[in-house]
C-alpha cells in the first residue's frame, strides 16, 4: 500500500475526508482534512483539535509503515478549498468556483461562477466582459484545477443574525471631545 493509500485509509477511518495530500523536497508532508459532506452540512467545520486528533494517529500510523518524512502538517483545506475529485463537484453544486481548463476555450482558460450539474458533466453559470450571463459545459477530465471561491462577509457576526428592528431608535452620533467640552461651557455661560 503507498503512502497516499495509507493517509486516505487512516483519515477516513476517523471520520473525515481526505482533501489532499502535498510532499516538499525538504520532507514535509502536509495533509488537508475536511469534515464529511453530511458533517458539513449540519455546520461542523474543522477546528484545531480535529486537525491534532489526526496528526496524533498519523504519526503512529505512519512510523508503523515505515513511511518517511521530516514534519507532518495536517490543517484544513481553507476557505478556497480545492475541488480534486467528482465527489467534491457534487457537494459544492450550486458554490461558486473558479476553475482553469486544460485547454483554452474561447481563448481563456479561468472562468468565475456558480458549479451546476449538466447530466454526467458539468455546467459553470458566469457573467462575461459585458454583464449578459452565458454557461459553460465541462468534464472533470478537462479542468486542470478548480477551487471554491471564499464567501467574506465583513459585517461582523451579528450582522446576518440580527436585522434591524422596526422602530428602533439610533444611537446618537458621537462627537468629539472638544464639541463636548464647548457644548458643556455654553449653559454655564448663559447662566451668568
Known amino acids: 500500500m503507498n503512502s497516499q493509500a495509507v493517509i486516505e485509509k487512516t483519515v477516513t477511518g476517523l471520520g473525515y475526508e481526505m482533501v489532499d495530500c502535498e510532499r516538499s523536497a525538504a520532507g514535509l508532508l502536509r495533509v ?8 458539513a452540512a449540519a455546520g461542523e467545520t474543522i477546528s484545531v483539535d480535529d486537525c491534532e486528533r489526526v496528526t496524533r494517529q498519523l504519526q503512529y500510523v505512519l512510523e508503523v509503515e515505515n513511511v518517511p518524512y521530516e514534519r507532518l502538517e495536517v490543517s484544513s483545506p481553507g476557505l478556497d478549498r480545492p475541488l480534486n475529485k467528482p465527489a467534491d463537484y457534487a457537494r459544492f453544486a450550486g458554490a461558486e468556483v473558479q476553475i482553469t481548463l486544460k485547454a483554452p476555450f474561447q481563448g481563456r482558460k479561468k472562468y468565475k461562477g456558480l458549479l ?6 458539468w455546467r459553470l453559470i458566469f457573467a462575461d466582459d459585458k454583464g449578459v450571463e452565458q454557461a459553460l459545459d465541462f468534464s472533470f477530465e478537462e479542468v486542470r484545477e478548480a477551487r471554491l471561491v471564499p464567501a467574506l462577509n465583513f459585517k461582523g457576526r451579528n450582522a446576518a443574525k440580527a436585522p434591524a428592528k422596526k422602530g428602533a431608535t439610533k444611537k446618537p452620533a458621537k462627537r468629539s471631545n ?3 467640552r464647548q457644548a458643556a461651557v455654553e449653559p454655564a455661560a448663559a447662566d451668568d
Open 178 to 180: 472638544a464639541k463636548a
Open 32 to 39: 488537508y482534512i475536511d469534515k464529511t459532506a453530511e458533517a
Open 116 to 121: 451546476e450539474a449538466a447530466g454526467e458533466a
